[in-house]
């Protein structure tokens, strides 16, 4: 039977259509005790976060289907979805655009996996 005081491991939703790269990020947070789920692309990815709410949507910008930013708008507006963008898009444009429309975090790529665990539960906090 299980313990009544375990609380829910965190759902965490990868948005990537670098699949390579989403499996490991996802294997990671799992590792850390997250449950996690993986798209790879725009137009699922905002299915599966009107369908479950996830506690944090992990999101890159270039996505077949729709972009990320137009998702994480919506993750963050309609749903109060807390959003980190990962992304190649590294100037200081980028940053401040996705910042603005609400992101929690902004994560340029090559992502080092350790630091992304912590970004990941300051946000959860």
């Not at 725009?42 to 009107?50: F, P, Q, V, Y």
């Amino acid at each position: 039977m299980p313990n009544s005081t375990t609380k829910p491991k965190p759902r965490i939703l990868v948005v990537d259509d670098e699949v390579g790269l989403a499996t490991e990020i996802s294997v990671a947070l799992r590792a850390a005790g997250y449950s996690t789920r993986v798209e790879t692309d725009g137009t699922s990815a905002l299915k599966m976060i009107e369908a479950t709410r996830p506690e944090l949507v992990l999101l890159d910008i270039m996505l077949p289907g729709m972009d990320g930013v137009s998702i994480g708008r919506k993750a963050v507006n309609d749903y109060n979805v807390p959003v980190i963008f990962m992304t190649a898009l590294d100037s200081l444009e980028n940053k401040v655009e996705g910042l603005n429309l609400g992101a929690d975090d902004y994560v340029t790529k090559p992502i080092l996996i350790g630091e992304l665990l912590l970004r990941v539960r300051a946000v959860l906090r």
